[in-house]
């Protein structure tokens, strides 16, 4: 373990150079996008084996929104759950992502398994996984305008678009 | 395979053939899954990228094959009846249940999420409440009988889910009996929620605080009935099936995944435990009560089909185990949890006050505010690791609702287990991974 939780009260304590939080007694860590795959790769390597989920959060309705440690809150949020089997426990890791440049490096050649859950994102955020082999979408049409897990993308509103169909 | 892409620049989901990858996009595809060294990738790419175009053909099977158990689309790309490679096309059922869960109430939440993975429906309301009381900061103060009643109700869906999986896992191998016994069985189970909650399925029964009833009058009795009926009938099974050249011959060796790739491929459940971990989320991370319970965790040896099929077959026998621990202690007490914030009034007190009307009106119309926070909780569905991601931003309606869908992870797992089988056996494999499709679409 490379926490070096200080004595002082109210310190930091980081792990692999990024704040850690504690979320309702879950540990949260916060990386920026540059550091995201590097402490993924840390992160594996002290035994977080198994990478249990990738998600996205839009936060265009929580403009004001504070996470403290000085870091800059952006629309997007990418989450991404690791799970340590050895030592039983989890961590989860929160990268913000800009509107204006919504792009992230891919997971996949760490954790595999994250393809199919970067796909999703892509497809209901519109956050481009950058070097994933396969970035289309995953769960709405291939030809389908919009991503619709965005804030700004409402509901009920959009006439069912499908291809071939005669209108 | 010409791909007709309109407006949009993402491309399409298909497989796509030979002559428009890369070797380096294959190898990549195999290697990073197996985390061969690059040498070692490369020379199986060799072999991969030596089938020439004009000996395969990619197919499809399905949309709506009568083996992929609802609307999941395969393509395999077969050399004769070789799989050399698989790529499944999801989405059909894809229903935007996120969004959904995002315009409903804490309160109805339960409505939306039950209906994901229909074969375990409890599973699912009570990870979402288990989140929700995480947020609310009321997940310690739950009632003692709450909490039994939820371990009664989800390990009863865990045999029901696992029944049904042999009864389609027979269908799909052509032991059509087992297919008639299977949701025979699974239909005492179904009788005793219908008793319970009203409904056989979709129940919305395990809610944030607690429950919306209590058990019924007589209902030790009819999970009796459940428990004594079914060892025989399992024995029956046994015979039919565990012990029958035929059945083994057609799942033993099929589907092998090893712990490693299951691991980086992020499986859970019967598949992860398929390959010989042992990892089950009641165990090694207990929640609810499981900690004081004695069970075992099954394990499998070989990762293939047949050791998925003993695993769901064994845990059958052992959430029985857990059903008449959880009977002989079925503490009394309240079955949700006395707070006037989430708690609605009870029926008799209604008719007498005017506050408690109010009161029931308001938390059914405006639903109960939660804190500021996120949060992820998960729990062992009988597919794997069922998780709920809750971001709240202060009001009544979740900001973010996102489920971690057990059978969307392992869906990911079949091109895997598919590659360099037979045609024959991919059935074979789709049936072991026991996906639930209203899960991978949500």
Same mark, same amino acid.
């Given at each position: 373990m490379s926490d070096s939780a200080d004595t002082i009260e109210n310190a930091v304590v980081t792990q692999h150079g990024c704040p850690v939080q504690d979320s309702l007694g879950q540990r949260v860590l916060h990386a920026s996008r540059d550091q995201y795959v590097s402490v993924i790769k840390s992160l594996a390597d002290e035994g977080?084996?198994?990478?249990?989920d990738l998600t996205g959060v839009d936060y265009l309705a929580m403009p004001h929104r504070t996470i403290g440690f000085g870091i800059q809150a952006e629309r997007f949020e990418v989450v991404v759950n690791l799970l340590s089997l050895s030592q039983r426990k989890r961590i989860r890791v929160r990268v913000q992502v800009p509107a204006d440049d919504a792009t992230i490096p891919t997971l996949f050649d760490i954790h595999p398994g994250t393809e199919a859950h970067e796909r999703e994102t892509f497809d209901m955020f519109g956050i481009v996984f950058s070097g994933h082999p396969d970035m289309t979408r995953i769960l709405m049409p291939e030809d389908w305008d919009g991503h619709p897990l965005r804030k700004d993308y409402s509901q009920g509103s959009i006439p069912v678009q499908f291809k071939g169909a005669n209108s | 395979m010409t791909i007709v892409s309109a407006g949009t620049a993402e491309g399409g989901q298909e497989l796509l053939s030979r002559s428009e990858l890369t070797a380096k996009e294959l190898l990549r595809e195999v290697g990073s899954v197996l985390r061969l060294s690059e040498t070692e990738a490369a020379l199986l790419a060799e072999v991969q990228t030596e089938a020439p175009e004009d000996q395969t053909m990619i197919i499809n &099977?399905?949309?709506?094959?009568?083996?992929?158990?609802?609307?999941l689309r395969l393509m395999l790309e077969l050399q004769g009846e070789t799989v050399l490679r698989c790529k499944p096309i999801i989405g059909?059922?894809?229903?935007?249940m996120e969004k959904t869960g995002e315009a409903l109430t804490y309160m109805q939440g339960g409505t939306n999420v039950t209906r994901m993975d229909y074969l375990s429906p409890l599973n699912n309301e009570l990870v979402f409440s288990m989140a929700v009381e995480k947020l609310l900061g009321i997940d310690g103060d739950i009632p003692e009988r709450a909490v039994w009643m939820r371990m009664l109700l989800s390990e009863l869906n865990r045999m029901s889910s696992h029944l049904l999986f042999l009864a389609t896992n027979g269908m799909d191998l052509g032991a059509v009996s087992m297919m008639l016994y299977g949701w025979r069985e699974r239909e005492d189970v179904l009788r005793f929620f219908q008793k319970v909650?009203?409904?056989? &399925?979709?129940?919305?029964?395990?809610?944030?605080?607690?429950?919306a009833a209590d058990l019924p009058a007589g209902w030790r009795d009819d999970v009796l009935a459940i428990l004594e009926g079914l060892p025989s009938r399992l024995e029956e099974y046994d015979i039919l099936m565990t012990g029958q050249p035929i059945w083994r011959e057609r799942l033993q060796g099929v589907g092998v995944i090893t712990a490693q790739e299951a691991i980086a491929l992020g499986a859970t459940g019967p598949i992860l435990r398929s390959t010989g971990v042992a990892w089950d989320l009641r165990r090694d991370m207990p929640y609810l009560r499981y900690d004081e319970l004695d069970f075992d965790v099954i394990v499998g040896q070989y990762g293939d089909a047949y050791d998925r099929y003993s695993i769901r077959f064994n845990e059958i026998r052992e959430s029985m185990r857990i059903v008449y621990q959880i009977l002989e202690r079925m503490p009394s007490g309240d079955?949700?949890?006395?707070n006037k914030k989430v708690t609605p009034p009870p029926r008799a007190r209604i008719d007498e006050s005017m506050e408690a009307l109010i009161h029931h009106f308001k938390i059914f119309t405006e639903g109960f505010k939660v804190p500021e926070g996120e949060v992820y909780e998960a729990i062992e569905s009988p597919r794997g690791e069922i998780g709920c991601y809750i971001v709240s931003?202060?009001?009544?309606?979740?900001y973010r609702m996102h489920v971690r869908a057990p059978s969307f992870v392992n869906i990911q797992t079949m091109p895997h287990m598919m590659r360099g089988g037979l045609v024959a056996d991919a059935v074979a494999v789709i049936s072991s991974v026991d996906p639930v499709l209203g899960e991978v679409d949500r």
């Open positions: 977080y084996e198994m990478c249990v | &099977m399905g949309p709506q094959h009568p083996s992929t158990h609802g609307v059909y059922l894809h229903t935007g909650t009203g409904l056989r &399925m979709n129940h919305n029964f395990i809610r944030p605080g607690g429950l079955f949700r949890i006395q931003d202060g009001s009544s309606n979740p």
